[in-house]
């Protein structure tokens, strides 16, 4: 089968919705279901990381990645594009939270919209870790990728720096300005 006819007809695959070919993921805002996430959602997202990138290569993972990031969260991306970084940071603090990693991170805003994001200690990857589920780093390469395709044809730029044992810091700054 051909990729695109695979992610054009593609389900989700344990609730992964990276594909989109669910109407579950076509709503305002994912982030703001509340209620309870069961925590081995991410070893089936990274199932659906590995199966898409061993059979469809890195682009179809970046193709998938943008579509989510710009059209399942495209009112965060909108906001990203008019210089609003409040939708993100309100994403990556209501994660964290809901995973159970209140003092695992901190956040920094600065006025121009910039933000620094501190993870100390990834709490999915250490779910992953011991449940034995290997390849969690899998999880950071995903996480770098939606929120490199999030800011694309914004005024910002994201880095990601990631260090070992589930802690990265990730840096928002507005093109032409600095943190």
């Not at 990138?53 to 993972?61: I, Q, R």
């Not at 994403?91 to 501190?118: I, K």
């Given at each position: ?34 209620g ?90 250490a ?13 950071c ?39």
């Amino acid at each position: 089968m051909d990729r695109r006819e695979f992610l054009k007809d593609a389900a989700c695959i344990g609730c992964l919705g990276l594909f989109g070919g669910c109407a579950l993921f076509r709503d305002d805002m994912r982030y703001r279901f509340g209620g309870n996430l069961h925590r081995d959602f991410h070893a089936s997202i990274l199932d659906g990381y590995n199966y898409l990138k061993d059979n469809f290569g890195m682009d179809a993972v970046r193709e998938v990645l943008g579509d989510l990031a710009r059209g399942v969260h495209r009112q965060m991306h909108e906001k990203l594009k008019s210089g609003d970084s409040s939708e993100l940071v309100e994403h990556w603090r209501y994660y964290m939270e809901r995973e159970g990693g209140s003092g695992c991170f901190s956040l920094s805003e600065a006025a121009d919209g910039s933000v620094v994001f501190n993870v100390k200690s990834c709490p999915a990857l250490a779910y992953l870790a011991k449940r034995g589920v290997s390849g969690g780093e899998g999880l950071c390469e995903l996480t770098r990728i939606f929120n490199e395709e999030l800011v694309k044809g914004t005024p910002f730029t994201l880095e990601t720096v990631v260090a070992s044992d589930g802690s990265c810091r990730q840096t928002l700054t507005r093109k032409g300005g600095a943190v």
